[in-house]
């Protein structure tokens, strides 16, 4: 890593990546506490953010990528991957055609709200770990890592995660004026 990006782990940009960072890992972990309507209010205002603030740094892609410490578990992906499943009930699948498999098939793939923000977990929460420790070595690697990851990775399933939790949202809304609006004999 050269000199300029070392003394650039501690740039406005990437704090304020690794704060919505943190706050999103913050959220899914504790995902099944909420009710969902909130859950999926919060995640439509931090994802765009985290997309945002990972745009901002692309100039941190590099054509090497290191291996950097790895923070979550098998157990921990799996806590979050059920904690969403569990919040987003009947709402956790919806279809895709934006993934590699679509190229092969004729039908949209089927997809779970749940494994795709449990996936962008693991490359923030594990970014986020070698960040706490402060080294700014690991640090200039983990966030090198992390961009790298972004564009073929966990950067694209943000937006296709949001296309479902917008659904979700806007469908609770509906739901909930049809009901308002219901006259009972």
């Known amino acids: 890593m050269d000199g300029q990006?070392?003394?650039?782990?501690?740039?406005?940009?990437?704090i304020e990546l690794v704060t919505v960072a943190t706050e999103y890992?913050?959220?899914?972990?504790?995902?099944?506490?909420?009710?969902?309507?909130?859950f999926v209010s919060i995640m439509l205002k931090i994802l765009?953010?985290?997309?945002?603030?990972?745009?901002?740094?692309?100039?941190?892609?590099?054509?090497?990528?290191?291996?950097?410490?790895?923070?979550?578990?098998e157990d921990d992906y799996n806590f979050v991957l059920n904690g969403v499943a569990t919040v987003m009930s009947s709402h956790d699948d919806y279809l895709d055609v934006f993934v590699e498999d679509m190229k092969y098939s004729d039908t949209p793939i089927r997809k779970?709200?749940?494994?795709?923000?449990?996936?962008?977990?693991?490359?923030?929460r594990n970014f986020v770990g070698v960040y706490k420790q402060g080294y700014d070595e690991a640090m200039a690697l983990a966030?090198?890592?992390l961009m790298n990851q972004f564009?073929?990775?966990?950067?694209?399933?943000?937006?296709?995660?949001?296309?479902?939790?917008?659904?979700?949202?806007?469908?609770?809304?509906t739901e909930v004026e049809e009901n308002d609006n219901k006259t009972y004999e």
């Open 151 to 173: 564009p073929k990775y966990w950067g694209q399933r943000i937006p296709s995660v949001m296309r479902a939790l917008h659904d979700v949202f806007f469908l609770q809304e």
């Open 143 to 145: 966030l090198s890592h």
């Open 112 to 124: 779970t709200i749940s494994e795709d923000m449990a996936d962008i977990y693991q490359d923030i």
């Open 5 to 14: 990006q070392n003394a650039g782990v501690y740039s406005k940009d990437i």
């Open 48 to 73: 765009p953010l985290l997309y945002m603030k990972a745009m901002v740094l692309t100039d941190w892609l590099k054509e090497e990528d290191s291996e950097v410490e790895e923070f979550v578990t």
């Open 25 to 38: 890992c913050v959220r899914v972990e504790r995902a099944a506490d909420v009710k969902q309507h909130d």
